[in-house]
């Protein structure tokens, strides 16, 4: 199993182009998180879904929009990206079987608007 | 609203002993969890404590007591590979989705 993955790994951005970061999981978690990460500080929810076809917002959701048309895939978009945005973004995932606090994050994509 | 305080650095050398606390506030509170993660990779989960006391895995343990809203998590016969960041967490109350809040993270330095 590749469990998490993340694409891409690394990206760049002018302030005001869009982009779409990808989330797959091969594990048939119907649980998937969207956090994002900030020089010291810990990870914040963006948004979450807990099933194919629903999304929901977490702590930090303005800027950002998601959709999970696929149980395995969980995508998250910015329409026009803005420097606050510059952050790393963590997917995670956990089957409803499993304790809430027990979840399984990807690599990471880290994010630079300029 | 919940928050979660923990140091923001620790510095140990290699074979001793560490702890790194975490005091929280929240509304409701169901359990005390604890990721580590490494420089540039992703959280990893390291332990959950639900009741009050000690939890074993390895050279790893975390403490829980509900009464003083407090946890921590010990690191025995430190090794260089310990070096990272650790996270408490706890469940949102508000959430029965998984909805976890993490604190801001403690950086453990090794050295040799």
């Known amino acids: 199993n590749a469990g998490v993955t993340q694409t891409p790994k690394f990206r760049v951005l002018k302030t005001g182009q869009s982009m779409t970061l990808l989330c797959a999981q091969d594990m048939n978690h119907e649980y998937m998180y969207w956090y994002r990460q900030d020089p010291g500080m810990g990870l914040r929810l963006i948004h979450y879904s807990v099933g194919e076809g629903t999304t929901a917002k977490g702590e930090v959701p303005d800027g950002y929009n998601v959709s999970r048309l696929k149980k395995q895939n969980f995508l998250l978009g910015l329409e026009s990206a803005a420097p606050s945005q510059t952050s790393v973004y963590f997917c995670?995932?956990?089957?409803?079987?499993?304790?809430?606090?027990?979840?399984?994050f990807g690599p990471g994509t880290r994010l630079l608007v300029l | 609203g919940q928050s979660l305080e923990q140091p923001s650095e620790v510095t140990a050398v290699e074979g001793a002993i560490v702890q790194i606390n975490c005091t929280y506030q929240?509304?409701?509170?169901?359990?005390l969890s604890w990721y580590q993660q490494h420089d540039g990779g992703a959280p990893t989960f390291l332990s959950y404590n639900a009741l009050d006391g000690l939890e074993e895995t390895g050279r790893f343990s975390s403490f829980l007591s509900r009464s003083d809203s407090y946890g921590y998590l010990l690191l025995q016969e430190l090794q260089m590979k310990d070096s990272a960041s650790y996270f408490c967490a706890v469940r949102d109350p508000s959430s029965n989705t998984g909805k976890l809040i993490f604190g801001q993270g403690t950086t453990l330095q090794v050295k040799p």
């Open positions: 995670a995932s956990r089957t409803s079987g499993a304790r809430q606090e027990t979840q399984y």
């Open positions: 929240t509304s409701g509170f169901y359990g």
